[in-house]
């Protein structure tokens, strides 16, 4: 989970439980699944827990999660005891550092580190989060939709499922019916949300749903924290989720902010059990910051069009990725900045620069369809009949209803 959270919860630790504090020492429980299966649960000395699992046959270990950094020796020395030792594979299932922050202990040359493409560029800083990242601790392998792993007679699927960061991976094997969740479960309490890692309620919500009707009926989930659950129990998890968010956005309409929706205590009624895990008040303040996208930054379109007004394109477009790689958290990078800029320049007749532009915009949002069709307008300016088409095809494609597409594509090939 994210470092906002952990802060939280470590206030509220040092308030209560000053008296065990003394007690608490790295660990690392394992927990025997089947001949080829451990759980291996990491404690850190904060007392908060992350669940791994290693996969043990004859090509050696498969580990799905690294835990904390300071976990990963125990972690490490757990694994040695396990089949022949060797690990061969380490999967990360997002960004956060109860789950990459081992990395750098267990990587080294014989160890293949994969993840989705988004959690290398967090942990590379891209997005100004997280920094100082060994190099021997970043994923060898990324992916975008999905990817197979063959190990020790098994196909271990690797399926992006977004929603709690943009870059959550689901770990299926397809034999045993085992579907590491990574933090789209969590069982020790709330769910959770993290919209600065790129986490969306909606997209979270579209996600779960979509394991329930995706994975066999006797599929074990493993969740990032706590204890596993059945089908049965994911469908609960599920309705608990719609219902919180419904109560949280009515919520919002009635006016109410996450501190009044906290005071008023709105989730009372459903009774999750917290264990070190998020809070009732941490999810309400989560969904309302998905709802309300309360992006409040000011957008990167402001300093990029004073650059465009004194200089070009070429200059602009260097501060946008210096800007995105070092002042990420004080400007909202939305794909409505980048679009902006393009109708700007191209109202100026600065055509080829706006195509520039353009082009950035669909290389930062390569799935929002309104950046290829404006990136088709720019060429169709510029009479680039081919690259106009298809550019307004490919937008088209990501959005049948683009209707300004549908007659734009008419014109060009009426022409
Ligand atoms: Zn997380």
């Known amino acids: ?55 043990v046959g004859e090509e050696g270990i ?20 396990l089949g022949n030792g060797k690990l061969k594979i380490l999967i990360n299932t997002h960004l956060h ?8 202990l267990l990587a080294n040359d ?19 989060q997280i920094r100082n990242v060994s190099p021997e601790a970043l994923p060898d392998i990324t992916f ?4 197979s792993v063959y190990f020790n007679n098994e196909e271990i699927k690797l399926l992006y499922f977004p929603g709690h960061t943009d870059g959550d991976i689901i770990v299926y094997f397809t034999a045993s019916k085992i579907a590491f969740l990574g933090d789209l479960l969590l069982t020790n309490g709330f769910p959770s949300v993290e919209s600065n890692a790129g986490g969306n309620i909606e997209q979270y919500i579209r996600s779960v749903r979509k394991i329930l009707t995706f994975f066999p009926e006797d599929t074990r989930f493993i969740a990032g924290h706590g204890r596993d659950y059945t089908l049965d129990e994911m469908k609960q998890y599920y309705n608990m989720i719609i219902n919180t968010t419904n109560t949280i956005r009515q919520g919002l309409k009635e006016g109410k902010d996450a501190s009044i929706m906290i005071k008023e205590n ?5 009774n999750v059990k917290v264990t070190n895990g998020p809070t ?68 100026k007749n600065r055509v080829e620069e706006a195509i520039k532009i353009l082009k950035l915009n669909v290389e930062e949002y390569p799935k929002a369809f309104n950046v290829y069709d404006s990136l088709g307008e ?33 014109k060009l090939k009426r022409n």
């Open 144 to 147: 975008e939709d999905s990817y």
């Open 97 to 104: 550092l109860d789950h990459t922050g081992g990395n750098k």
């Open 62 to 81: 498969l580990l799905i999660d690294a835990g904390y950094l300071e976990t990963a020796e125990e972690l490490l020395s757990k694994i040695e005891t």
């Open 378 to 410: 720019a060429y169709m300016k510029y009479g680039d009949k081919k690259r106009a088409i298809k550019n307004y095809k490919i937008s088209l494609v990501l959005n049948p209803d683009n209707i300004n597409a549908v007659q734009m594509l008419k």
């Open 280 to 347: 009732a008040d941490y999810w309400i303040g989560a969904v309302v910051a998905s709802l309300t996208n309360k992006n409040t930054n000011p957008s990167i379109a402001e300093p990029l069009l004073n650059t465009l007004i004194k200089r070009n394109a070429s200059a602009a477009i260097n501060q946008y990725r210096e800007f995105k790689k070092n002042k990420f958290n004080n400007y909202n990078f939305n794909e409505n900045a980048l679009n902006v800029l393009g109708y700007y320049l191209l109202g």
């Open 266 to 270: 709105i989730l009372r009624k459903w």
């Open 110 to 128: 014989s160890v293949i580190i994969i993840a989705h493409e988004n959690v290398k560029k967090h942990l590379q800083g891209f997005y100004g």
């Open 1 to 55: 989970m994210k470092i906002i959270v952990k802060c939280i919860f470590i206030v509220l630790f040092i308030s209560s439980s000053i008296v065990i504090k003394a007690q608490n020492t790295i660990t690392a429980e394992v927990i025997k699944i089947s001949n080829k299966f451990y759980k291996i649960v990491c404690k850190n000395t904060r007392n908060y827990t992350a669940n791994t699992l290693a996969y």
